[in-house]
T-cell receptor, first 115, second 115 residues
Framework: DGGITQSPKYLFRKEGQNVTLSCEQN?????MYWYRQDPGQGLRLIYY???????QKGDIAEGYSVSREKKESFPLTVTSAQKNPTAFYLC??????????????FGQGTRLTVV | AQKVTQAQTEISVVEKEDVTLDCVYE???????LFWYKQPPSGELVFLIR??????QNEISGRYSWNFQKSTSSFNFTITASQVVDSAVYFC????????????FGPGTRLSVLP
């Protein structure tokens, strides 16, 4: 089945550690996104990528890094520089075209907790 | 700049009541796209509808209907005869065709449908 797979579903990190969240899609979508959601709040954009080997910072990129070496994969690294990383992280993808933007499809999310 | 406002933080209704979720947007683009997503307790965002800025026709899908009015920059969502399964957080989102290829989400409205 086509879709977006995020792993792991739950992740625990010790303070000072870097952790990487996985996001893989088999929808052949060009664009991929990472959002952060805090309790009771909306989604805030961390990074997005429209093509392989290219990505742009979103509204809250500080303390995060990404790579886009393959079309299917867009991993997010939460570095020790991120001061408050405990949150729910959502990965999404969409077709990007000249004619129109299509909807974004989302993964199941990763809940990261700093212990 | 692009912005989405959902003024209703939480709404509670009794089953079978109709409920309207409000969405107001700001954009500098003449071509843009509006979306509604549902986030059930599982966390994954489920796509409900996409509307482009050239199509102001209202849409009905079963118990769901959407009212798009460019004159007031609003894209409201109505659930008719609500059911307990409609309980979720609902997000309105905006994507601009020419200024930034990403999605901006509103803060969400938490809908609770009581039996």
């Amino acid at each position: 089945d086509g879709g977006i797979t995020q792993s792991p579903k739950y992740l625990f990190r010790k303070e000072g550690q870097n952790v990487t969240l996985s996001c893989e899609q088999n929808l052949n979508h060009d664009a991929m996104y990472w959002y952060r959601q805090d309790p009771g709040q909306g989604l805030r954009l961390i990074y997005y990528s429209q093509i392989v080997n290219d990505f742009q910072k979103g509204d809250i990129a500080e303390g995060y890094s990404v790579s886009r070496e393959k079309k299917e994969s867009f991993p997010l690294t939460v570095t020790s520089a991120q001061k408050n990383p405990t949150a729910f992280y959502l990965c999404a993808s969409s077709i990007q075209g000249v004619a129109e933007n299509t909807e974004a499809f989302f993964g199941q999310g990763t809940r990261l907790t700093v212990v | 700049a692009q912005k989405v406002t959902q003024a209703q933080t939480e709404i509670s209704v009794v089953e079978k009541e109709d409920v309207t979720l409000d969405c107001v947007y700001e954009t500098r683009d003449t071509t843009y796209y509006l979306f509604w997503y549902k986030q059930p307790p599982s966390g994954e965002l489920v796509f409900l509808i996409r509307r482009n800025s050239f199509d102001e026709q209202n849409e009905i899908s079963g118990r769901y209907s959407w009212n798009f009015q460019k004159s007031t920059s609003s894209f409201n969502f109505t659930i008719t005869a609500s059911q307990v399964v409609d309980s979720a957080v609902y997000f309105c989102a905006l994507s601009e065709a020419n200024y930034g290829q990403n999605f901006v989400f509103g803060p969400g409205t938490r809908l609770s449908v009581l039996p």
